[in-house]
């Protein structure tokens, strides 16, 4: 491993969430992620297949059938990584920013109940639009 960070809603003091810690794993090479299965594993882990995509393998741990934390382990300086910190940091440094996500996510939890696919395409939007913005003013402000 080369960086652990805690990421998710619940990174972000006040932040509406579900009581599920989200933590992203950078590793130097993402071809090497079997190599952490088993440690995962003995740690209650279980490799989700559907959660994965390009530069992500997916976790998720269960304590007495209820979710409990995820594992995303990725490559470190990738798109992911980069995006996941940057929308942390953004919603950390704004109350205002993430109140509005909080109110969204509030909305989309009425709205689409335990949809978990209609929850993650509503935010997607939003999700865009801070990384748009953090991605300007770096460039603005260096």
């Known amino acids: 491993m080369v960086a652990i960070e805690h990421v998710g809603s619940t990174a ?5 969430s579900k009581p599920v810690l989200d933590v992203d794993i950078a590793i130097r090479d993402l071809t090497a992620w079997a190599e952490l299965v088993a ?9 989700q297949p559907a959660g994965d995509f390009e530069d992500r393998r997916f976790f998720r741990r269960f304590e007495r059938g209820v979710r409990r934390a995820h594992v ?11 995006d996941h910190l940057r929308f942390r940091d953004a ?3 704004d109350p205002r920013l993430a109140a509005r996500y909080g109110d969204l996510k509030r909305r989309l939890a009425r ?7 209609a929850y993650t395409d509503g935010k997607d939007g939003f999700v865009r639009e801070v990384l748009a913005a953090t991605i300007e003013r770096a460039v603005r402000y260096g």
């Open 12 to 16: 972000v003091p006040g932040l509406a």
């Open 39 to 47: 440690p995962l594993r003995s740690l209650g882990y279980e490799h």
């Open 72 to 82: 995303s382990l990725t490559e470190l300086g990738s798109a992911y990584w980069y």
């Open 91 to 93: 919603l950390r440094a």
């Open 111 to 117: 709205e689409v109940g335990h949809d978990r696919a």
